[in-house]
Nanobody, 121 residues
Framework: QVQLVESGGGLVQPGESLRLSCAAS????????MYWYRQAPGNERELVAR???????FYGDSVEGRFTISRDNAKNTVYLQMDSLKPEDTAVYYC???????????????WGQGTQVTVSS
């Protein structure tokens, strides 16, 4: 059984930084894309950033230039470095991975349970 566990959320003041981590565990053949999404109260879940297993990245417009996504393939872990945080970054942050359990498997998507990030003075 595959599990994704996020950590690193918390309460910070505007302008400060946080680093989120998400570790995937279980019997995994290969992880293709790893993502960070976020959802604020009353809003739809939105894509924050995405990273391919080769390192190619994509960022949402609202975080471009402030957030950095990275991954450690040996540890099946994805990170989100969040700098210059703003109150509008407040949300529950979720990680997602698209992966195969075996070489012949179909591509599957797994989600973490979410971690709260609150930016407030």
């Amino acid at each position: 059984q595959v599990q994704l566990v996020e950590s690193g959320g918390g309460l910070v003041q505007p302008g400060e930084s946080l680093r989120l981590s998400c570790a995937a565990s279980g019997s995994i053949f290969s992880i293709y894309y790893m993502y960070w999404y976020r959802q604020a109260p009353g809003n739809e879940r939105e894509l924050v950033a995405r990273i391919a297993n080769g390192g190619t990245t994509f960022y949402g417009d609202s975080v471009e230039g402030r957030f950095t996504i990275s991954r450690d393939n040996a540890k099946n872990t994805v990170y989100l470095q969040m700098d210059s945080l703003k109150p509008e970054d407040t949300a529950v942050y979720y990680c997602k991975a698209t992966l195969k359990l075996t070489i012949s498997d179909t591509l599957r998507a797994y989600w973490g349970q979410g971690t709260q990030v609150t930016v407030s003075s």
